[in-house]
T-cell receptor, first 114, second 114 residues
């Protein structure tokens, strides 16, 4: 059974810092890995998707990497801003006979203070 | 930009009552999902739906749950006899075709069972 773990559980940084969020998964037979943002009491906003054949994806100040062999993904946020404060979730889409169901980590709660 | 919509945003019900949660996936998408998030816990997969039938379900998705696509636009989750432990945020998601593509999530329905 796939398990997804995120470290750290919470992170508080001053504005302007670069930071890295970590995600690990136990089964490397995945189709892709997605990073989401969740604001309190709200839905999930997709940030980046990395296909299983890719190593990284970039969108603005966000860069996500994927190392299937080691079962790890990282989300790098450059020049953090208070508006980046949210919970960040990683989820992988199961391979094999699965219809792409996502298995989520528990999230990293990010606080960026001015 | 097309988006997944869900209604209602909040629902309060009495234990033992039936509830129907509604979702309108993105119009050209073929795969549909329901997930739930109990307060403070991970987002969990419930069921996937393709070609008018369930393609995969989790152990959470027991006989009390059912899904339906009654017309060309709506996708519903029914809980026949709600329990206290069904209280959660329920998310609908859809994706276009392949498992390598992004799943887009709706804003969620917060269900409270009293």
């Amino acid at each position: 059974k796939q398990e997804v773990t995120q470290i750290p559980a919470a992170l508080s940084v001053p504005e302007g810092e670069n930071l890295v969020l970590n995600c690990s998964f136990t089964d490397s037979a995945i189709y892709n890995l997605q990073w989401f943002r969740q604001d309190p009491g709200k839905g999930l906003t997709s940030l980046l998707l990395i296909q299983s054949s890719q190593r990284e994806q970039t969108s603005g100040r966000l860069n996500a990497s994927l190392d299937k062999s080691s079962g790890r993904s990282t989300l790098y946020i450059a020049a953090s801003q208070p508006g980046d404060s949210a919970t960040y979730l990683c989820a992988d889409a199961a391979g094999g006979t699965s219809y792409g169901k996502l298995t989520f980590g528990q999230g990293t709660i990010l606080t960026v203070h001015p | 930009e097309p988006e997944v919509t869900q209604t209602p945003s909040h629902q309060v019900t009495q234990m033992g009552q039936e509830v129907i949660l509604r979702c309108v996936p993105i119009s050209n998408h073929l795969y549909f999902y329901w997930y739930r998030q109990i307060l403070g816990q991970k987002v969990e997969f419930l069921v996937s739906f393709y070609n008018n039938e369930i393609s995969e379900k989790s152990e959470i998705f027991d006989d009390q749950f059912s899904v339906e696509r009654p017309d060309g636009s709506n996708f519903t989750l029914k809980i026949r006899s709600t329990k206290l432990e069904d209280s959660a945020m329920y998310f609908c998601a859809s994706r276009e075709r392949t498992s390598e593509e992004t799943q887009y999530f709706g804003p969620g329905t917060r269900l409270l069972v009293l």
